[in-house]
């Protein structure tokens, strides 16, 4: 148990569906990300909360919508997402966005859009 | 190319051997960071280095900053199966006046009896 979960861990949805990730940390910590691991590609960051601020978007599409209400809790809303953003998405949390970043991940959530 | 360069991609190695699993960079690096992930799941951190000429260790564990901060090296002694998963270099590449957190491509280990 790293202090981080997420839900759902798996889901299969379809290109016109709309699905929320959710991602819960245990350890106040102030930074919050999401992360894109496909296979034989490096881990792609998207986004970064920092005090449910965003302090960073890497030109990530639209389809991809973050929401941070507070510092505990971090949520990704995909809409009418595509074949290739089939992936594990991962949420991680540090003390801050800033200096030194030793992050904690979560387990993931196994995404498959058909 | 990928800002962080991990090699060997994979390694197969025996129970009881040391290896070696390097992450280069060609920009200086803030903060070098080990996760270690098993297949499908989450990472788990394993070290941070910051100082060039850093040297920490865990258990039979132990990672190297070099003293230009732009390759780190993890070793492992006496590998077990315990020790098989991938293997991740992360960290904060100086750009300009800002940093980016990156990632490596990551290195598959297997231990066999």
């Known amino acids: 148990e790293t202090g981080v979960t997420q839900t759902p861990r798996h889901l299969v949805m379809g290109m016109t569906n709309k699905k929320s990730l959710k991602c819960e940390q245990h350890?106040?910590?102030?930074?919050m990300y999401w992360y894109k691991q496909s296979a034989k590609k490096p881990l792609e960051l998207m986004f970064v909360?920092?005090?449910?601020?965003?302090?960073e978007n890497n030109s990530v599409p639209s389809r991809f919508s973050p929401e941070c209400p507070n510092s505990s809790h971090l949520f990704l809303h995909l809409h009418t997402l595509q074949p290739e953003d089939s992936a594990l998405y991962l949420c991680?949390?540090?003390?801050?966005?800033?200096?030194?970043?030793?992050?904690?991940f979560g387990p993931g959530t196994r995404l498959t859009v058909l | 190319s990928q800002e962080l360069e991990q090699s060997p991609q994979s390694l197969i190695v025996q129970e009881g051997k040391n290896l070696t699993i390097n992450c280069t960079s060609s920009?200086?690096?803030?903060?070098l960071y080990w996760y270690k992930q098993k297949y499908g799941e989450g990472l788990i951190f394993l070290m941070m280095?910051?100082?060039?000429?850093e040297e920490k260790s865990h258990e039979k564990i132990t990672a190297k900053l070099d003293e230009k901060k732009q390759q780190s090296s993890l070793h492992i002694t006496a590998s077990q199966p315990s020790h098989a998963g991938i293997y991740l270099c992360?960290?904060?590449?100086?750009?300009?006046?800002?940093?980016?957190?990156?990632f490596g491509t990551g290195t598959r280990l297997q231990v066999t009896l």
């Open positions: 991680a949390s540090s003390p801050g966005a800033s200096g030194s970043r030793e992050q904690f």
């Open positions: 280095l910051q100082k060039g000429g």
């Open positions: 350890l106040g910590h102030n930074a």
């Open positions: 920009k200086t690096l803030y903060g």
């Open positions: 992360g960290a904060d590449i100086i750009t300009g006046t800002a940093s980016k957190l990156t």
């Open positions: 909360y920092n005090f449910k601020e965003q302090t």
